[in-house]
């Protein structure tokens, strides 16, 4: 007699069969670690980066509102006046009269005569003025002074501690006359696009002391600046 449903019969053998529970436990397994592996598993990597971002909203907003409020509290003539502070540490020009109105200032105040006062041309013409360029860059200013042992020494300890930020280069001393060479720094200036939800506008303890220092240093109101009986050869720059 032929069978209607020949699949049924087949059927009643296998789970008769030792393979079936077997078979049956390893489908199970794999049905449920394929789940894992493109349900389960994505939907808690994708429940991780939510939670990641959300945390990272919170930080920014949190950073957004600090910077709100630092915004709110900033005094516009503390703030003119740390800028104008910084602007005459490191000018963002060559500021070859700033430099000697402060030289011709320190010596005034080191009892030190400044006599003659030269720049290096091929430095000064030669380092570009690039708006784009963020780093430090100098140019070199040749003075010679007379004074004292005493007098050259105290004004070679003021002349680091002034504005703008100047560095002694090199120094020869003959009886009581000396000729130094002075590094003299500015920094072109470049425009910055800040994001307020990252970028943190307080300023540091760091910050905060280093405005103290240059405001220490700071002798741009003394007067006078300038020694009338002191003489320099001021050389003609080509444009840049």
């Avoid at 003539?77 to 000697?100: E, H, M, R, Y």
């Avoid at 010596?107 to 400044?114: T, Y």
């Avoid at 090199?170 to 000396?178: E, G, L, V, Y």
Wanted: hydrophobic letters at 35%; proline letters at 5%.
């Amino acid at each position: 007699m032929k069978l209607r449903h020949p699949y049924k019969y087949y059927l009643f053998l296998f789970k008769d069969s030792k393979y079936y529970l077997p078979t049956v436990y390893s489908t199970i397994i794999v049905a449920c670690i394929l789940l894992i592996m493109f349900v389960i598993y994505p939907e808690i990597q994708n429940f991780l980066n939510i939670d990641a971002q959300v945390t990272q909203l919170k930080t920014q907003i949190s950073t957004l509102q600090n910077n709100i409020n630092n915004i709110s509290g900033l005094n516009d003539s503390d703030l003119q006046t740390n800028f104008n502070l910084v602007n005459n540490a490191v000018p963002v020009d060559k500021d070859f009269s700033g430099a000697i109105q402060d030289i011709s200032s320190v010596a005034i105040q080191s009892n030190v005569i400044l006599n003659d006062f030269t720049v290096k041309v091929g430095d000064y013409a030669s380092k570009s003025n690039t708006p784009g360029s963020s780093s430090t860059q100098d140019f070199t200013l040749d003075i010679d002074i007379d004074g004292s042992p005493s007098g050259i020494v105290n004004f070679l300890t003021k002349i680091k501690n002034s504005l703008p930020l100047m560095s002694v280069e090199s120094i020869s001393i003959s009886q009581a006359q000396a000729t130094i060479a002075l590094q003299v720094y500015y920094v072109p200036y470049q425009q910055h696009t800040v994001d307020l939800t990252t970028y943190n506008l307080s300023l540091n303890p760091t910050d905060q002391s280093t405005l103290n220092q240059l405001a220490s240093w700071n002798t741009s109101n003394l007067s006078p600046l300038v020694n009338t009986t002191t003489t320099g050869n001021l050389p003609t720059f080509p444009s840049n």
